[in-house]
């Protein structure tokens, strides 16, 4: 086993604020290897956390355990809290720092879609005993209290810095960024049959905050932002189905449920809240087609408003659709479909104004007239051949009662025509 002085150099510090999710996996795994390629002495990923998706969680911890520099996570500032996906990343590293007034903890599986009074208790007791015995092995591995870990999984407990610093869950509680610096200079480190001596008293900090593309992706991951951008996508397959050729709806649409899709990935969505939008759309449009009076436009509302309501299905509250957002986005987009279907339905029932059928009931002007009842009528700017009562005089207003052919068929007008 050989030791490497990690001499004072450059220490790569990461932030992650929010849920995990893989977009926030892949800035802290390209990071890490950045870090590694850069010669770093450390990586260091300050985090506040409620937790996040499984997958994402375990991409980051496989990158922590295997990289070739040190990984410390500092959950920070006061305030903060590493649960869930976030406390298991936590125990995983090489060094566990928190700032004073933080908690970690509450990392209980959510079996993502299900209703967890529905919930298979066998499949239930699978992935808790999986998640189990995952914690466990990586607190054995970092000579942290593995019943701690169990515990949090099991019972979702969460644990105060000072508390969890007792039980030996962290190593170093640190009141901001410099002052873990400090406390990091001199500490070894074993990895990986490779034991780590830091030297971080005049070490340059090199931060390195989400780039654009991340953090686009990692916002679109919202529950909030993947909602909206579901109904935006919707309505405007919806505009495009109802007028098509209008283009420009179909692309926002199209763009906006690839991005909303892609959030889905990341959060607990219950595809039959997903269905039940989608099948809302479909009652509007068909209201469209079909004379319902009005029934297919209710059923649309009710499908709406049920599947927005159960579109994420889970206790955790970084992956639910704030009320604040729901009723007025639901409200609005209610209001939006009933006025559209409204306002088609509404042109589909007048009567035609062009071609042919535009004629019928139309006023006319006799422009030439003769005894046998033929002639010429001025109507709708242009001049037609006409038949009708003998005793019509020219400049007569007349009314337009039928069309053959290309042959206008007249009487006499009313002053009530």
Known sequence: MGTISAFASDIILLEVDGAITPPVASYIVENI????????????????????????????????????????VYVAPQGARAASAGAIITLASDIAAMAPGTNIGAAHPVNIGAKPDREDKTMTEKVTNDAVAYARSIAHKRGRSEEWAEDIVRKSISTPAEEALKKGVIDIIANNTDDLIAKLDGRKIKKNNVTFELKTKDANIIERPMGFRYRLLSTISNP??????????????????????????????????????????????NYAGVALIILAIVLFIAEIKVPSFGLLTVGGVISLVLGSIILFRTPELYAKVSWGVLIPITALFTAFFVISV??????????????????????????????????????????????????????????????????????PAEDKD
């Open 33 to 72: 290897d950045y870090g590694i390629e850069k010669g770093a002495s450390a990586v260091i990923i300050r985090m506040d956390t409620p937790g996040g998706l499984d997958t994402a969680m375990r991409n980051i911890i496989k990158k922590e355990m295997n990289a070739h520099i040190p990984v410390i």
């Open 224 to 269: 909030n932002i993947a909602y909206i951008l579901m109904m935006i996508g919707l309505a405007g397959l919806y505009f495009e189905l109802a007028n098509p050729g209008a283009i420009l709806p179909g692309v926002i649409g199209g763009i906006s449920l690839i991005l909303a899709f892609f959030a889905f990935q990341a959060l607990p969505v």
């Open 342 to 411: 409204f306002l088609v339905v509404k042109v589909h029932r007048k009567p035609p104004i062009t071609g042919i059928d535009g004629l019928l009931g139309e006023r006319a002007i006799v422009y030439k007239w003769k005894s046998n009842g033929t002639g010429k009528v001025f109507c709708h700017g242009e001049y037609w051949d006409a038949t009708g009562p003998p005793d019509i005089k020219k400049g007569a207003k007349v009314k337009v009662t039928d069309v053959d052919h290309l042959e206008l068929k007249i009487k």
